[in-house]
């Protein structure tokens, strides 16, 4: 059974930072592509930030030079490290799982609030 699960969001005031962690099991999960989405209220899911099985990393424009998208296939689990972090980071936040085409598996997600 394909589980990813993902810790680490809660409430953080502007300019804070939060890590957020996605243990994966029952994938094979170096030939995975990982990913981090998110969904603001009212509003469509975005793609913000991706790491391939070889490592090389995309970021969503509004979120470069403040997010890092890292993962460390020994312990199956992939990070998005959110810095600087703004109002309009507020979003539940998904991990993704990608690999061959058009396999996907998703998380349950995790809140992220920014506010004062």
């Known amino acids: 059974q394909v589980q990813l699960v993902e810790s680490g969001g809660g409430w953080v005031q502007p300019g804070g930072s939060l890590r957020l962690s996605c243990a994966a099991s029952?994938?094979?999960?170096?030939?995975?592509?990982m990913g981090w989405y998110r969904q603001a209220p009212g509003k469509q899911r975005e793609l913000v930030a991706q790491?391939?099985?070889?490592?090389?990393?995309t970021y969503l424009d509004s979120v470069k030079g403040r997010f890092t998208i890292s993962r460390d296939n020994a312990k199956n689990t992939v990070y998005l490290l959110m810095n600087s972090l703004k109002p309009d980071d507020t979003a539940d936040y998904y991990c993704?799982?990608?690999?061959?085409?058009?396999?996907?598996?998703w998380g349950k997600g995790t809140l992220v609030t920014v506010s004062s």
């Open positions: 790491i391939t099985s070889g490592g090389s990393t």
């Open positions: 993704n799982a990608h690999c061959c085409g058009d396999v996907d598996y």
């Open positions: 029952g994938i094979m999960f170096s030939i995975f592509h």
